[in-house]
């Protein structure tokens, strides 16, 4: 993705509309997986960038990644073993 798609993903906008959701219905592996893959993507591109305020909206963009990778991972229904296994097989996809 561009540097512009991760700021706008992860834009930490004041004005959000509430939704309540169960935590039993996230499926915390496969967010875990999503957010894994973002933030070596955004390590890429923020080596990449040469624009000065794209560089610190992207190392923000990282930082939200990083929170929500790790609050998946606490989770009770995050497993680990499933995680690897996905995000290993979506690495040796995107490199094809």
Known sequence: MQVSNYIRKY????????VFIKKDKINSTHKWVEY????????KLLMEVRDLKQKYALMDALDIAQRKKDWHYRQDNFRL???????????????K
């Open 11 to 18: 834009a930490n906008t004041g004005s959000r509309s509430v």
């Open 81 to 95: 073993q499933d995680a690897m296994r996905i995000f290993e097989a979506a690495k040796v996809i995107s490199k």
């Open 36 to 43: 894994t893959l973002d933030i070596v993507d955004m390590s």
